[in-house]
């Protein structure tokens, strides 16, 4: 009798067990491609962070100057609607590619599935949360009246 690969009974992902140890080739997972566009997202947002965080260090340190930065000068600037999106851009792009990597490792290390999930829930909800709460500030904070103090 011969078996196809659809019923190899599959242990947490794995194939069927071999006699000798170890396990057959993986079934293939259903997981559309979800994972594909992780992997694009992960590269994208990578580079994408880096020219930012250049142009954001160039900006500061050499245009502006160091000896020049005060926080007048830093509200004036995040006064600007297309700054608050550039500050908003960079803090999601950040804390997003930081969110994927950490499921990354999530998946890597963590075990047990039921303790896999309650990790990737804390983790998932504090990152989501930071982001909201820092865009949320970074759209609705009066920086003309501050910078008016």
């Known amino acids: 009798m011969s078996t196809t690969i659809d019923e190899v009974p599959a242990e947490g992902g794995r194939g069927a067990p071999r006699p000798g140890g170890g396990y057959d080739?993986?079934?293939?997972?259903?997981?559309?491609?979800?994972?594909?566009?992780?992997?694009?997202f992960m590269r994208i947002s990578g580079i994408l962070l880096l020219f930012m965080a250049l142009y954001h260090l160039y900006w500061w340190n050499i245009v502006v100057g160091v000896e020049h930065l005060s926080a007048d000068l830093v509200l004036e600037r995040w006064n600007q609607p297309l700054w608050r999106l550039y500050n908003v851009a960079l803090a999601a792009f950040?804390?997003?590619?930081?969110l994927n990597g950490a499921r990354y490792s999530i998946e890597d290390y963590v075990r047990k599935p039921e303790t896999r999930k309650i990790v990737k829930a804390v983790v998932y909800g504090v990152v989501l949360l930071s982001l909201a709460w820092g865009i949320f500030a970074l759209m609705t904070y009066d920086f003309s009246a501050a910078a008016r103090r």
């Open 25 to 40: 080739q993986p079934q293939m997972q259903k997981k559309g491609k979800f994972e594909l566009y992780s992997w694009v």
């Open 94 to 98: 950040a804390l997003l590619h930081g």
